[in-house]
């Protein structure tokens, strides 16, 4: 066979991995996503309920963005939800006027192309709308854009409107735009507008995520998520067996679950380079060779952070203590542990006995900037990993190892 036909087949099979193995996307099809019909149902009660709305909070890398395109997608194709789905993924510099861009131009399309049911509903022409819409002279805009669009002036207009709109990643926007969007909500909520609203963002508890406003807490319905259950993870990885003709060996597929420790995102990782490197290798089954080459380039293809963090704590150092002790750390998973324990674990795993002295070494290195802040201080003698997902990060490297 011809490098251009074989390069053309392994680029064939390697789509078809894309379509079960999806580290780098959201899922956004609920038959894709696993072990979350608990929190679909809880969504599609808050989204159907007047006066409610709802918000996805927990750690990154959890599943939040799939369950809530995932829900969205089928409420809306059940005829739960409304046709109608508006979706924003939130960067630093947001404003209030960019979250409800698609929403508010949404309606001022239907203004003007003079749909009668819109004319009706909305009455004239909100003044706010003319800061989206393309009409209106440059100075005309310039002096609508100084007035201000409060949340006010946005639920007045949006309020009619039977939709869901979903912001995502709203953790990282400033103080002042949640407390606009906690106050739209709270607008939308007191008119038990059909408009609703799902809040989705990193955080470990939702008053956080919504920046503390009591008034908005009251009208949302907070939703944990929590970590993917095991037999879920299994799920993931037979989803694609069956449809690739692969088969993971018992031991490895025990791996993967282990190391994923309930971050889908690390099963899909792993199966997608095990499943590549087995379609390379022309074999069906995925055993430890292949896994082994796997895991090598899945710690390469890491997300960047982790993998930033965990080499500026790791290297720059003349000791190779700092892997073995973050081994050991990552065992508590992410439990806050106590140096004693760790001591303990360090001697478990590699058969060293440490000091509380040279403990103290490396802990006031490893929680400071320059050693990424991997690891945090919960109070005097306890510590905790910082980032959820590096303890299967470091597992991963430490399987790596050749
Ligand atoms: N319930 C699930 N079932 C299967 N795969 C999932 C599930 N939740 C998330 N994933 C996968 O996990 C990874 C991270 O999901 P994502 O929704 O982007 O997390 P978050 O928004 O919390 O950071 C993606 O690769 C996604 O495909
Ligand atoms: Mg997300």
């Known amino acids: 066979m011809d490098v251009f036909q074989a390069f053309k087949e392994e680029k064939q099979k390697s789509h078809k991995v894309d379509a079960f193995y999806t580290p780098s996307k959201p899922v956004s099809s609920p038959s894709n996503l696993r072990g979350r019909d608990e929190e679909i149902q809880k969504i599609l009660g808050a989204l159907t309920t007047p006066g409610r709305h709802c918000m996805i909070y927990g750690d990154r890398g959890i599943g939040k963005s799939s369950l809530a395109l995932s829900t969205l997608e089928g409420g809306r194709k059940h005829q739960i939800l409304p046709e109608h789905v508006f979706q924003y993924r939130c960067i630093k510099n947001t404003t209030f006027k960019d979250i409800i861009e698609k929403a508010a131009l949404f309606i001022d399309e239907a203004y003007r192309h003079n749909k009668t049911e819109t004319t009706k509903k909305f009455g004239a022409r909100a003044r706010f709308l003319d800061i989206f819409s393309l009409e209106g002279t440059r100075e005309e805009k310039i002096t609508i854009e100084k007035e201000e669009l409060t949340a006010n002036k946005a639920a007045t207009v949006l309020h009619h409107l039977d939709s869901v709109m979903l912001i995502d990643e709203f953790d990282v926007v400033r103080d002042d735009v949640k407390h606009e969007v906690a106050e739209f909500v709270k607008q939308l909520s007191d008119a038990s507008s059909p408009f609703k609203v799902l809040i989705v963002g990193i955080g470990s508890d939702g008053a956080a995520l919504i920046a503390g406003h009591q008034s908005v807490i009251r009208c949302m319905h907070e939703i944990k998520l929590p970590r993917v259950e095991d037999k879920y993870l299994s799920e993931i990885i037979e989803s694609g067996e069956a449809g690739l003709g692969l088969t993971f060996e018992p031991a490895i597929k025990n791996s993967i679950i282990e190391i994923s420790s309930g971050f889908p995102y690390f099963t899909h990782l792993l199966c997608k380079e095990s499943a590549e490197e087995a379609i390379r290798k022309s ?120």
């Open 283 to 402: 074999a069906d089954v995925i055993d430890k060779v292949i896994f082994e080459q796997a895991l090598i380039v899945a710690v390469k293809n890491t997300e960047g952070q982790l993998k930033r963090c965990y080499d500026l704590a790791v290297t720059s150092s003349r000791t190779d203590m700092y892997p073995k002790i973050l081994l050991s750390a990552a065992k508590f998973n992410n439990e806050q542990f106590s140096v004693k324990s760790w001591i303990e674990q360090i001697f478990d795993d590699h058969g060293l006995t440490l000091t509380y002295g040279s403990m103290n070494n490396y802990t006031g290195k490893l929680i400071k900037a320059e050693r990424g802040e991997i690891l945090q201080l919960v109070r005097r003698g306890v510590y905790k990993i910082t980032d959820p997902r590096m303890p299967s990060y470091i597992l991963m490297c430490h399987n790596a190892v050749p």
